[in-house]
């Protein structure tokens, strides 16, 4: 019986031209090995990015790092492992070559996108937590793949972007330097108002917001005489992770310029049209609906 285990065990499945025989234990011994090897990998790749998280090194820095050393130990594993067969690595040297040129007419794609994901982590202009703007879509990066590049849009849908095409198109990202962002609110007043006034109070709820930065000083602009309303525009500037935060922050300006205005007797405008009527004769205008109701009255 243990002889026969040891015939399998020892059985020649593969030789090679220079003479090596590759049996049943060398491949079983292979197979754990790569199975070990690839968990150990994971576990010492989590276990890298536990310990980065707690530095000051930025997200996509620690997914670049995390990356190269996956991919570095699964090197060593492979070599490993042909080292155990016995087999050469100049044994690959034609196949390689073959298989690298199918390769590159058959998924230039899928490489293209390789590469450019490579660059984007070295280079760096989109980085994980960055708030982008990508063909008219708006989102945070959460993660930058292999293939593609996951971003997480302000309604909370998730959008796979080609690393390729975020090299290739233009993406404005709003948190490339900093996260200061400017914005405006825009509100009409009605003609006859105290337009120093309105100037003073639109400061005054500039002032007030805690999100509102101080440097680069808010602006209050007059800026049109427009058909219903006297125009004002206030820029500011934010420190805003995207355009939800901007979005809270306009909110909350609007609310208090409301209040403010309702104190000090400010109409905020409203569409309105006056009607003239240029005619050589008197126009008679009937209430059909009076009559009715007088001539029931005197009956």
Known sequence: ????????????????SDGAVITVSQLVLVLVLVTIGIFVSRWIDRAVGRRLKKT??????????????FYMLLVIVAITALGLLHVPLTA??????????GVGF????????????WILMSERPVRIGDFVEVGGSQGTVELIGVRSTQIRRVDGVHMLV???????NTVVNWTLIDDQIRTMVRVGVAYGSPVRSVERLIYQALDEHDGVNEDPKPSVIFDDFGDNALVFDAYFWANAGGERELRKIRSDLRFRITELFAENDIVVAFPQRDVHFDMQQPLQVEMLGTTSATSETDA
């Open 1 to 16: 019986m243990w002889d026969r285990v040891l015939a399998v065990w020892n059985y020649p499945l593969i030789s090679l």
């Open 56 to 69: 000051q090194m930025e997200r996509d820095a620690i997914v670049a790092v995390r990356r190269v050393l």
């Open 92 to 101: 690959f040297a034609f196949v390689s070559g073959a298989v690298a040129i």
């Open 106 to 117: 058959g998924a230039q794609n899928i490489i293209n996108n390789f590469i450019s994901g």
């Open 162 to 168: 080609p690393n390729s095409a975020i090299l290739e």
